[in-house]
């Protein structure tokens, strides 16, 4: 009879705990609801999500049937002594409201669901793929432009679309150069031209002016050594393996496999692929 009284008080105690969990819970969604989603700071954001975790964890408490189990285990212990009622008795153990395999595992999904860490921007991506590096600079040609030669710019200047986005992404937080060895004044004009058109002058934070031309391959590598940038991005090997020495590290982009020339030279098929963002 003493077991049956604790029991009992057990049952009543729970009860009472769960009526003023449901009470504070009521207190609170009534608190926040009037609150347009303007007002709401971040404090009351995590109020608001730690109150929907604790309401999870709860029910799955509630629902736990380690109780149930528990009780089948007794029940089996004490019935196989008489075989001949065993039967009934692990029949008889399963109540109707037993919480399923099913339930539980629904409830640890939407558990895993909410603290699944967010995907990783593109921004933060470029941010770790660069080291934090803070200044950048980068060939046209093969890189940025569709094109591959000067003779080619001769006649048209195409801005990739695929990297725009990173490019864009670059120039929110890094000191970026462009540089590109040109045959004429008109190829210049039509590179400009092309970048403008692409919005980079407008949406990113390069300018004009950071837009460097020369006349020979070695004038390109002067450039990139008077600048001291903490990253270069070329398309011509012989330029990667040159810098090597000098700069911090490089991105060797190039459709073919190359062989790490340097610890400090990264390669990738495309300057999109490289940071992932196709």
Known sequence: M???????????????????F?????????????????NLDIRSFGAVAGLAVAIVFTWRLLRSPSGTQRRQQKRQGASSSNP???THSNLSAVPSNACSPSDDSRAQNVVDEFFQPDKPTLGQIVRQKLSEGR??????????????????LQKQATVKSSVLEVLLEITKFCD????????????????????????????GGLVKDKVLFCSTENGRSSFVRQLEPDWHIDSNPEIV???????KYQLHVSPYKAER???????????EQFFGSI
């Open 22 to 38: 449901g009470a504070y819970v009521t207190f609170k969604i009534s608190n926040f609801f009037p609150v347009s989603l303007q």
């Open 135 to 152: 200044k950048v600079t980068c060939r046209l040609l093969g890189v940025i432009l569709e094109e591959s030669s000067p003779e080619e």
């Open 2 to 20: 003493a077991t049956g009284g604790n029991g009992d008080t057990s049952k009543q105690e729970l009860i009472h705990l769960i009526k003023r």
């Open 261 to 271: 020339t340097a610890a400090n030279v990264f390669s990738a098929p495309s300057l």
């Open 176 to 203: 970026l150069y462009l540089m590109e060895r040109v045959l004429d004044d008109e190829s210049e004009k039509r590179v400009l031209v092309a970048l403008e058109e692409a919005g980079i002058f407008t949406s």
């Open 241 to 247: 393996s040159q810098l090597a020495r000098f700069i």
């Open 84 to 86: 001949g009622v065993a």
